[in-house]
């Protein structure tokens, strides 16, 4: 069962241009330390940054609330699973938000597509509620 869907583009250009800008302090106020880890490392770092930023407005998207009620920028990061598909992370506010979305005995999965074709960067994150498994 589909609880949200969220999607948006995000123009590399302008991510790059804020890490210029706000050195240190733009990935200390967005980003969770293993998406500043992974994306400090990138040859392309801008393009990481802004396909991270672009998760994290289509997950917002997706819970129905945006950056509101709670719910901050931090408390949402790109992981990837064991296979490399990419998935969200969900901890204070963002986590407790879905908590009352899920419906009782099943248990929330956050499927992601990332993509990017310079100068932009696209993200589409789809909520569900799955059957817990045993």
Not at 9 to 16: A, G, Q, Y
Not at 35 to 42: A, F, G, Y
Not at 72 to 93: A, H, I, Y
Request: glycine letters at 8%; charged letters at 25%.
């Amino acid at each position: 069962m589909i609880i949200g869907v969220g999607s948006d583009l995000v123009d590399i250009r302008r991510i790059e241009s804020t890490l210029e800008r706000f050195p240190g302090r733009f990935e200390e106020r967005c980003f969770t330390d293993i998406e500043r880890t992974k994306s400090d490392k990138r040859h392309r770092r801008a393009e990481s940054y802004a396909k991270r930023f672009a998760a994290k407005e289509a997950c917002s998207k997706a819970l129905g609330t945006g950056f509101r009620r709670g719910i901050f920028w931090r408390d949402m990061g790109v992981v990837n699973l064991p296979s490399g598909k990419p998935t969200m992370e969900l901890t204070g506010g963002a986590l407790a938000h879905l908590q009352t979305l899920v419906p009782a005995e099943m248990a929330a999965q956050i499927d992601v597509t990332i993509t990017d074709e310079y100068p932009l960067a696209h993200v589409t994150v789809i909520i569900s509620a799955v059957p817990q498994s045993v």
